[in-house]
């Protein structure tokens, strides 16, 4: 635990146990979401058989980061989880959702 907390600048087991928390709660909330999403955007099981829940799992997925970043709020974490958040749209290639600023 020692090097995770190290690794992400953590300095308390509390908080490393809220980050924790909010990452289980980000999963299950995002897989909870996607059923909504699938019906908005009509993916049915009907229509996709076996191919549902792999393609369910690459809708939600660009959602992932930013549940993330909400629930990283709730907990007062917004800064480990903003910038987790970001790194992470980055390398989906969906980085322009930030606005970096130039130097």
């Known amino acids: 635990m020692e090097n995770l907390k190290k690794r992400w600048g953590i300095t308390s087991n509390f908080q490393l146990v809220i980050i924790f928390v909010v990452f289980a709660i980000t999963g299950s909330a995002s897989a909870w979401l996607s059923k909504p999403v699938c019906n908005l955007i009509g993916i049915t099981k009907e229509d996709l058989g ?54």
Do not use: A, D, H
């Not at 907990?75 to 130039?102: A, D, I, N, Y």
């Open 50 to 103: 076996l191919w549902f829940t792999p393609v369910r799992l690459i809708v939600i997925f660009p959602l992932y980061p930013f549940v993330l970043m909400f629930f990283g709020y709730l907990f007062g974490q917004s800064k480990f989880f903003f910038p987790f958040s970001k790194k992470m749209l980055r390398s989906m290639g969906l980085g322009f959702v930030f606005k970096e600023e130039k130097k």
